[in-house]
């Protein structure tokens, strides 16, 4: 089949990644394709059906700030949302949606298909076309030839997949997915430095043969929070539990005895796992101590029986899984529907990226998404935002964009994974951030949505009703700046009866916000202070603002200070060994991590203070 057709961007693959950066490459004015093995498996959830959580949540509102499809997609199918870690300070506060699988992935495909500028082909790509140290375009099993000056991979699971249950091992992406063996033999022919992760799957269960009545129910919360800063709860569909069980003494003895038929144990995977995600054998065998661990039961949609057991990750032989499920209370008659698996996939060193997250090794290629040695959808998302804008972006000639670590977690994660590397499947956290109060979950508007309008990634109703949105913040706090609370007059006495502290001396209503006995909704009760502003997330964003004013004040100071090395470029070619007093062993660990800026390459491990010293002395005299 001949066949060519010339795009500004195309980006390979529909999953998380490759639909957040195809939409991003569109909206950014570059003509787009999209090309993907099954265009039914666009926006298809591989593993839990589940957005968000802690770290994962303020991904999702970032990638939502920039114009992204995730948060809606999230309100569009969540069927139970909760707030995790809702006690704790703001700073970790986080959004999770349960979704139905096939509403999510419904909500992401009618997305892309409505998406200006953006075509989409079913196809599997076998090979990145180069010529010189630029890339061309790509060409397809079929023979097809799409030709493009900037081209996102986003291949996901799939490069040598192979997927492992017990002994068997079979080529595949995901279960009921064919592999990419050409393409991954074509990025191994073009020399990229590949390296082999895994992950895995719990069996799914028949929620007819379920005894809930042994589980514990565990219903959404109310109020339920919204992922999407311009969603609301009428996007969400019916509301449905999920539940929680626990493994059994017996569970555990059970793998034990089978550990040998494992092909974790058996030596039969090589690549790494995720630390944080572990299979339920890897538990049992990390905490042995341990008698029993919890698992989450959760709906896979509406409309199947199907549940998700959430903590039995496995790639124990079938036969051991069956076993293994029937310990577990109120799945003594369960029966599995799908096998739970491990697979193993190629993923390449990502320090071999510019921050902007083009290779360095082919002009015009990016990569973004699990095969940057991440893993998770949201991760994977944010990559593609970023990947796909700055195609568009290079195409156009402008200048790449490339997230900060004190501006968004998208920026702590690519940084990190550029200068750091990772050995494991990365996943993000909150503590990954050293800036955390400023990155909060509540605020990832205000942090992104100009930058996103900028770059062209913000649509009118969403840059208006956030426009809307800052004003009445701004309006409220001056509002409240203006009140003054005294010992003397009416409010006073008011403020003390209602909200049972004492006012000894004259204060701004604005400042009450600052105790931590006072919440927004509570000052508003007072008279002659309310009713003030009925947007919750303008009186949430005012309340953090306010109490954690100061913090916030040493944290911006310090970030300034930072920002001093983050100015410093360091051009492309720089020679690390023309700096004079660096020794052999740093000026190689920065060859080999090629930092964009004096900042990044301060967070290189091992550079100390005076190597940095000396390098920006360097640069300082040969600018
Ligand atoms: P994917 O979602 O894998 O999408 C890749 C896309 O590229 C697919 O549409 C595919 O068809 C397409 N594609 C690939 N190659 C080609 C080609 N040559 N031509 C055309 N199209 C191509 N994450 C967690 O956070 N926790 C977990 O516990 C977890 N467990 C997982 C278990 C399994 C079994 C799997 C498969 C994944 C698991 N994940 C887990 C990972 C999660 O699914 C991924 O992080 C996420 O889907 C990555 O998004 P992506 O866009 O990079 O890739």
Redesign the pocket.
């Known amino acids: 089949m001949k066949h060519s057709r010339t795009f500004d961007v195309i980006i ?7 639909t957040e950066a195809a939409l991003a490459s569109a909206r950014a004015g570059a003509a787009t394709l999209l ?4 265009i039914e ?2 926006g ?5 059906p589940a957005i968000g959580g802690i770290g994962k949540g303020h991904l999702v509102r970032e990638i939502d700030a920039l114009g992204g499809v995730m948060a809606h997609a999230a309100d569009a199918a969540g069927i139970q949302f909760r707030t995790l870690n809702s006690s704790k300070g703001p700073a970790v506060r986080a959004t999770r949606a349960q979704c139905d699988r096939n509403l999510y992935r419904a909500y992401v495909r009618q997305t892309v298909e409505g998406q200006a500028n953006l075509a989409v082909f079913q ?4 090979e990145i076309l180069v010529s010189g140290d630029r890339v061309t375009g790509c060409r397809t099993a079929a023979g097809v030839i799409f030709e493009a000056p900037a081209v996102v991979l ?6 040598a997949g192979r997927i492992h249950v017990g002994e068997e091992s079979t080529p595949g ?3 009921g ?1 064919a592999p ?1 063996g050409a ?1 991954a033999d074509n990025l191994r022919d073009m020399d990229f430095p590949v390296g082999r992760l895994k ?3 719990p069996p799914r269960i028949d929620g007819k043969t379920v005894d809930f009545t042994r589980l514990s129910e565990q219903p959404g919360d109310d109020p339920r929070p919204v992922f999407s800063f311009d969603g609301s709860r009428d996007d969400h569909p019916p509301q449905v539990s999920c539940w929680i069980t626990h493994t059994s003494e017996r569970t555990h003895e059970i793998i034990r005895a089978a550990l040998h038929r494992s092909p974790m144990y058996s030596g039969t995977i090589e690549g790494v796992g ?1 630390r944080y ?1 572990p299979s339920i054998e890897d538990k049992v065998v990390r905490f042995a101590e341990r008698t029993s661990h919890q698992i989450f039961v959760e709906p896979e949609g509406l409309r199947t029986r199907e549940l998700y057991p959430n903590g039995i ?1 496995t790639s124990l032989p079938f036969d051991v899984q069956v076993e293994l499920v029937h310990s577990i209370a109120g799945f003594e008659q369960a029966f599995i529907t799908r096998p739970g ?3 193993e996939y190629d993923f390449f060193d990502p320090r071999g990226l510019h921050p902007h997250l083009e290779t360095r090794r082919v002009r015009g290629l990016f990569f ?4 940057n040695g ?4 949201e ?3 944010a990559q ?1 935002l970023v990947a796909g804008v700055n195609a568009a972006r290079q195409v156009r000639g402008d200048t790449p964009w490339v997230p900060r670590r004190d501006q968004a977690y998208i920026g702590v994660m690519i940084d990190d994974l550029v200068t750091l590397g990772t050995l494991e499947p990365y ?1 993000m956290f909150t503590s990954r951030a050293e800036y955390r109060l400023q990155l909060r979950e509540d605020n990832a508007d205000a942090r992104l949505t100009p930058v996103g309008r900028e770059m062209g990634l913000v649509g009118d109703p969403r840059w208006e009703a956030f426009s809307r949105r800052q004003e009445r913040l701004a309006a409220e706090r001056e509002r409240l700046r203006a009140i003054w609370v005294s010992p003397a007059n009416e409010l006073g006495s008011d403020v003390a009866e209602r909200l049972g502290i004492p006012v000894s001396k004259e204060v701004r209503a604005l400042d009450l916000l600052k105790r931590p006995e006072v919440a927004y909704g509570g000052l508003m009760a007072v008279p002659g202070i309310g009713p003030g502003v009925d947007d919750e997330r303008v009186a949430l964003q005012l309340e953090i603002e306010v109490r954690y004013a100061g913090y916030l004040d040493r944290q911006e100071a310090e970030i300034h200070r930072r920002r001093i090395n983050e100015a410093v470029e360091i051009p492309d070619d720089f020679d690390f060994s023309s700096v004079r007093g660096l020794s052999a062993e740093v000026s190689e660990k920065l060859a080999a991590v090629r930092p964009a800026n004096v900042g990044q390459a301060a967070r290189i491990p091992g550079l100390t203070p005076a190597a940095i010293s000396l390098l920006l002395v360097h640069l300082k005299r040969h600018a």
């Open positions: 390979i693959g529909g999953g998380h990644a490759g090309l993907t093995h099954n498996t666009i298809q959830m591989s593993c839990n196809a599997s790509v076998d986003t291949a996901g699971t799939f490069l992406g995901r279960a997915d990419a393409l992950t895995g799957t995720p995600c990750s698996y491990a697979i973004a998404g699990q095969i991440t893993t998770g959808y991760e994977a998302a593609g996943r």
